[in-house]
C-alpha cells in the first residue's frame, strides 16, 4: 500500500524465517515434527535440528543403520503406533501451541494404522493439557531457539516431567520415550520459550474441540491470542475467501461478528488453506474481536478465534452451508460446544430449499478424483472407499 519500500519489502521476506526448510515457528511443518518425534516414528533430535546444521547431515547418515536395526529386530511402524502413542502426540501439539492442521493428520495416520482414536478422545486430551511452549505465532520463539537449548526431547522431557506423557511406549530407536530421555538430566533456563513444570504458559491448550447443531462431527478451534473461552455473536456468511478480505477493506465486517466461510471442505475444493481470510481478520480493528467459522483449515500462523474442519461440509449437506446472515452464535472452547441459536422448525425449512453445491470439475485430474473419495475432516480426510465407516 505504499507505506514500506519494494527493497525494506524484500528484506523482511529475506529474513522472516530462521534457516532454509520448514518455517521456524510452530506452524504445521513443525507441529508435525515434534508430533512424531512424540509418537515415536522419528529419532530424538530430528524434528529440531535445522536443515543447514551438520547435525542434520549426520542425522541423515544415522537414519540408515536405525532403519536397519529396526529390520533385524522386527519392529515395524504398527507396532510404535498404538493409543498411547496416539495419546503422547495429541500432548506434545497441545503443549508446544501447534497447528490444528497437526489434528487433521492424527486423525488420518490413527485410521491408517488401525488404533481407534476419534476427535472427542483428541477433545478430552485438549482440554486438560497446558501450553508449556512459547513459540510464534503465540510468542517469539523458534525451532531454532529450541535446538540452541537441547533440542526437541528438551521439550519432551518438561511433558515427561509433567507426567503428560507415557513413557513406556517404544520408538524408532528400539527405546521407549522414557530411555531416550533419560540422558536429560536438568531443563535449561530459557523460561521465555518452555515454562516450568507448575508454571504453564497457559492452563488449557491452545487448540480445543467443540460439537454441536453446527457441527454434529466437530470443529477444531484454535485460539492461541484470544483470551476468552467463550463468545456470542451473528454470522456473516461467505463462500469466497476473496470476499471476506474485499469485506474487511470495505468495512463491512464489525467486531462482535462471526464470519462463516463455508463450501470450502475437502468434497468442495480439496480443503484450501486461507490465510488470506484469516490474516484479513486480524487488522487491529478485528483482531481477537470477531470469531471465524470455516469447514476448510488454515495455516499454523493464523490466529484469533478460529475454528475449521466444521463437519460435515456445507457440500454435503453440513448444517454450516444452511447459515444464513444474522444468525447467533455461541460457542464455548472448555465446555467442548458450539450452539447455533436457530429453531429446528427453521434448520428443516432451510435444508427443503437447499440446493448442493458440490463441484462440478471440467475435467478429471487429481483434484477431481480426491473431492469424488476423501472422507470428511473428522475422518482426517483419508480415502473414504477405504473405510466402511467414512462412507
Keep these: 500500500m505504499g507505506d514500506i519500500s519494494e527493497d525494506e519489502a524484500n528484506q523482511i521476506l529475506r529474513k522472516a524465517c530462521p534457516g532454509v526448510g520448514g518455517c521456524g515457528i510452530a506452524a504445521s ?118 535446538h540452541n537449548m537441547g533440542g526437541t526431547p528438551v ?27 533419560i540422558e536429560i538430566s536438568s531443563m535449561p533456563d530459557n523460561k521465555n520459550l518452555l515454562a516450568n513444570v507448575n508454571e ?79 490474516a484479513a481478520l486480524s487488522v487491529p480493528a478485528l483482531d481477537g474481536k470477531v470469531a471465524f467459522l470455516s469447514d476448510t483449515r488454515v495455516s499454523g500462523v493464523s490466529h484469533g478465534a478460529i475454528g475449521v474442519h466444521c463437519s460435515p461440509e456445507a457440500a454435503v449437506g453440513g448444517p454450516i452451508a444452511l447459515v444464513e446472515d444474522g444468525d447467533e452464535i455461541f460457542f464455548d472452547l472448555l465446555a467442548g460446544e458450539i450452539s447455533w441459536i436457530v429453531s429446528e422448525k427453521e434448520i428443516i425449512n432451510r435444508r427443503k430449499h437447499w440446493v448442493s453445491q458440490k463441484p462440478n470439475f471440467e475435467r478429471r485430474g487429481y483434484l477431481a478424483d480426491f473431492s469424488a473419495t476423501v472422507a470428511q475432516a473428522n475422518f482426517g480426510c483419508v480415502s473414504k472407499s477405504h473405510y466402511t465407516d467414512c462412507a
Excluded at 478422545?121 to 485438549?126: A, M, R, Y
Excluded at 521439550?155 to 530421555?181: A, R
Excluded at 480445543?208 to 484454535?222: E, H, L, R, T, Y
Design 200 to 278: 504453564p504458559f497457559k492452563p488449557y491448550a491452545d487448540i480445543q474441540v467443540c460439537f454441536g447443531n453446527i457441527a454434529p462431527d466437530g470443529i477444531v478451534f484454535k485460539v492461541s491470542s484470544f483470551k476468552d473461552t467463550t463468545f456470542r455473536g451473528k454470522a456473516l456468511c461467505f463462500n469466497d475467501a476473496r470476499e471476506v478480505v474485499k469485506a474487511v477493506e470495505s468495512r463491512q465486517i464489525k467486531p462482535g461478528m462471526i464470519i462463516v466461510l463455508r463450501y470450502q471442505g475437502p468434497v468442495a475444493c480439496g480443503m484450501p488453506e486461507v490465510l488470506v481470510a484469516t
Design 29 to 146: 511443518f513443525n507441529t508435525w515434527g515434534i508430533a512424531m518425534e512424540a509418537i515415536g516414528l522419528m529419532p530424538p533430535y530430528s524434528s529440531s535440528i535445522p536443515a543447514e546444521a551438520e547435525e542434520k547431515r549426520n542425522e541423515c547418515f544415522a537414519v540408515g543403520k536405525l532403519v536397519k536395526s529396526m529390520l533385524a529386530s522386527g519392529l515395524r511402524p504398527r507396532d510404535i503406533l498404538t493409543r498411547d502413542a496416539f495419546e503422547n502426540a495429541t500432548v506434545a501439539i497441545a503443549a508446544s501451541g501447534g497447528s490444528t492442521n497437526g489434528i487433521l493428520h492424527l486423525l488420518a495416520l490413527a485410521k491408517e494404522a488401525g488404533v481407534e482414536f476419534k476427535l472427542s478422545d483428541i477433545q478430552v486430551i485438549l482440554r486438560k493439557t497446558p501450553v508449556f511452549a512459547n513459540f510464534a505465532p503465540r510468542g517469539r520463539g523458534t525451532m531454532i531457539d529450541l
Design 155 to 181: 521439550f519432551l522431557k518438561l511433558l515427561s516431567d509433567s507426567g503428560l506423557l507415557h513413557g513406556d511406549c517404544i520408538t524408532v530407536t528400539g527405546k521407549t520415550i522414557s530411555e531416550n530421555l
